[in-house]
Each structure stands twice: as structure tokens, then as C-alpha cells.
């Protein structure tokens, strides 16, 4: 039974740890943090196991247990020190740039950079919409919030991330 | 969806988790206490219903039992209470009697 379980496990680790880790990456822009954050989350699944009823009840609370970490370091971070802040963006943006060479990777990781910068709960938002596909019914359910606020987030995320792009990324946007 | 939310989404690809991100997950795993893990539908044994029925029907018996007590003890001690007082009446009367006996005695006397 043990056995078992371990084997489920592992596999639950494989198949979502890259979404944990980069939704733990994109609200934090942390690289140590967002790894401390999936190890957290993939632990406490472990707890909790044997409530997990399947393979996409397992996902969804994954990504609920991982936005909500993440918005618990984010707060505890920001209670520490702002100067902080600064250097980890600083530091995300440069390793996000070294991954990628040409125009189009250079547009996707100013385009994440810019993300970074929008409120938390409108990037929350915008991440589970356009990194997990998630309708606003199933990023409501995933982040405990109401429809309409979740609407209003999307909708005033994606308009600050274009007014945003608009004047820092212009020779990318055609 | 426009060709802006288009870049957005491929901006936001699911970005690979460091290598050893799952080696250091098992490590931790291991280090903690074995959880006992115990699958959702395995039924507790009987023993465990009864036992619990047994402890349940004790305590209320002697719940039952205690508030049975305490009630024949106040009335108990209502009625000796209410015994005293009628003695105590009792006594009254008698001297009030005796009293009235020697009044009235005084009185034929002083008459005569």
C-alpha cells in the first residue's frame, strides 16, 4: 500500500511539478522561493493524500495550494523588506533573458517581466488564464474568489498589461 | 482572443522545473515521520462500533444515575427542612396557647 502510494506520488510530482514551480515562479519572480514553494506544496499533497479523489482533484489543488503559498510568501516577503523586491526582479529578469535568444523569447520574457508588475490578484488572474488555460469559472474555484471579482481582474489585468506593453515593448507590438 | 492574448499565452508557457526539484522533494519526503496512510474506504472494525456504543451507554448511565441522586437528595432535605418548620410551629402554638391560658386565668381573677 505503501508502495503504492509512493509510486502515485512520484507520478503526481512528475506530471505537475513544472506548474507548480512556474506558477510559484511567476507570482513570486523568485527562482529559490518558487522551488522552496513546490517542495512546500508537493509535501503537504503528500499529507493529504488520502483525500485526493483523483488525477484532476489532485491537479486543482495543487494549483490552489500553489497560488495560495505563493501569495503567502509574497505577503511575508513584502512584511520583511521591499528593497528585496527589487533585487529578485532584478535577478528573474536577467535569468528569464539568458534562456531565450531571439525576438520572440525576448518579447515572452518582457512580456513576463511586465507581468510581474501588475497587482497581485490581477496577475494571479492572468497567469491561471493564460498559463493553465483555465476559464474564469474554474480560476474562481481555483483561487476561492467570487466570479464577477475574478472577471474584473481579468479584464482590468490584461488592460494595464497591454497599456503597459504599449509604451515598454512597442518594437515588439506591431 | 486577439494576437496580443495570443503572445501573452506563449509567453506564459509552463517553464521547466529545475532538475533536481524532484530528487530534493523525495528527500524531505523521507525525512519526515512515515505518515500511516490509510485508504478512505477501509471500514473501522466492529470492535472499534462497539466499544465506542459501551463507553457511550456507561457515561450516560451514570449521568442518568447522578442527576436521579442529586434530585432525591434535594427533596430529602426540602422535606426535613419543611418537618422542622412545623415542629417549630408546633412549639409556637403550644406556648401561644399557654400564654392565652394564664392571660385569661388573670383576667377572672382580676374580675373577682
Given at each position: 500500500?505503501?508502495?503504492?502510494?509512493?509510486?502515485?506520488?512520484?507520478?503526481?510530482?512528475?506530471?505537475?511539478?513544472?506548474?507548480?514551480?512556474?506558477?510559484?515562479?511567476?507570482?513570486?519572480?523568485?527562482?529559490?522561493?518558487?522551488?522552496?514553494?513546490?517542495?512546500?506544496?508537493?509535501?503537504?499533497?503528500?499529507?493529504?493524500?488520502?483525500?485526493?479523489?483523483?488525477?484532476?482533484?489532485?491537479?486543482?489543488?495543487?494549483?490552489?495550494?500553489?497560488?495560495?503559498?505563493?501569495?503567502?510568501?509574497?505577503?511575508?516577503?513584502?512584511?520583511?523588506?521591499?528593497?528585496?523586491?527589487?533585487?529578485?526582479?532584478?535577478?528573474?529578469?536577467?535569468?528569464?533573458?539568458?534562456?531565450?535568444?531571439?525576438?520572440?523569447?525576448?518579447?515572452?520574457?518582457?512580456?513576463?517581466?511586465?507581468?510581474?508588475?501588475?497587482?497581485?490578484?490581477?496577475?494571479?488572474?492572468?497567469?491561471?488564464?493564460?498559463?493553465?488555460?483555465?476559464?474564469?469559472?474554474?480560476?474562481?474555484?481555483?483561487?476561492?474568489?467570487?466570479?464577477?471579482?475574478?472577471?474584473?481582474?481579468?479584464?482590468?489585468?490584461?488592460?494595464?498589461?497591454?497599456?503597459?506593453?504599449?509604451?515598454?515593448?512597442?518594437?515588439?507590438?506591431? | 482572443?486577439?494576437?496580443?492574448?495570443?503572445?501573452?499565452?506563449?509567453?506564459?508557457?509552463?517553464?521547466?522545473?529545475?532538475?533536481?526539484?524532484?530528487?530534493?522533494?523525495?528527500?524531505?519526503?523521507?525525512?519526515?515521520?512515515?505518515?500511516?496512510?490509510?485508504?478512505?474506504?477501509?471500514?473501522?472494525?466492529?470492535?472499534?462500533?462497539?466499544?465506542?456504543?459501551?463507553?457511550?451507554?456507561?457515561?450516560?448511565?451514570?449521568?442518568?444515575?447522578?442527576?436521579?441522586?442529586?434530585?432525591?437528595?434535594?427533596?430529602?432535605?426540602g422535606e426535613e427542612a419543611r418537618d422542622q418548620v412545623l415542629t417549630a410551629l408546633r412549639i409556637t402554638g403550644h406556648a401561644l396557647d399557654h400564654?392565652?391560658?394564664?392571660?385569661?386565668?388573670?383576667?377572672?381573677?382580676?374580675?373577682?
Open positions: 500500500m505503501v508502495h503504492d502510494d509512493q509510486l502515485d506520488f512520484e507520478q503526481l510530482v512528475d506530471e505537475h511539478q513544472a506548474m507548480v514551480y512556474s506558477l510559484a515562479l511567476r507570482m513570486t519572480g523568485d527562482h529559490g522561493l518558487a522551488e522552496e514553494i513546490a517542495q512546500d506544496v508537493f509535501l503537504e499533497l503528500d499529507r493529504n493524500l488520502s483525500k485526493i479523489e483523483s488525477a484532476d482533484h489532485a491537479c486543482f489543488w495543487l494549483r490552489r495550494v500553489a497560488m495560495s503559498r505563493s501569495t503567502d510568501a509574497l505577503r511575508r516577503r513584502q512584511a520583511r523588506r521591499m528593497e528585496q523586491w527589487v533585487e529578485i526582479e532584478e535577478g528573474h529578469g536577467a535569468k528569464a533573458e539568458s534562456s531565450s535568444s531571439p525576438l520572440a523569447s525576448g518579447l515572452s520574457s518582457r512580456l513576463e517581466q511586465l507581468l510581474a508588475t501588475l497587482p497581485e490578484a490581477q496577475r494571479a488572474a492572468l497567469l491561471l488564464r493564460y498559463q493553465e488555460d483555465l476559464t474564469p469559472e474554474e480560476i474562481a474555484a481555483a483561487l476561492g474568489a467570487p466570479l464577477a471579482t475574478v472577471k474584473s481582474h481579468l479584464q482590468r489585468g490584461l488592460k494595464l498589461l497591454r497599456a503597459k506593453a504599449a509604451t515598454h515593448l512597442h518594437e515588439y507590438i506591431r | 482572443m486577439d494576437e496580443f492574448e495570443r503572445e501573452l499565452r506563449q509567453a506564459l508557457g509552463r517553464q521547466p522545473a529545475p532538475q533536481d526539484l524532484k530528487s530534493k522533494i523525495m528527500a524531505r519526503r523521507a525525512q519526515q515521520p512515515q505518515l500511516v496512510r490509510q485508504p478512505r474506504s477501509t471500514p473501522r472494525p466492529h470492535v472499534f462500533h462497539w466499544q465506542r456504543m459501551a463507553a457511550s451507554i456507561t457515561v450516560a448511565a451514570v449521568l442518568a444515575g447522578g442527576l436521579l441522586w442529586r434530585e432525591q437528595e434535594q427533596r430529602r432535605r400564654m392565652h391560658s394564664q392571660l385569661t386565668a388573670h383576667d377572672h381573677a382580676a374580675e373577682e
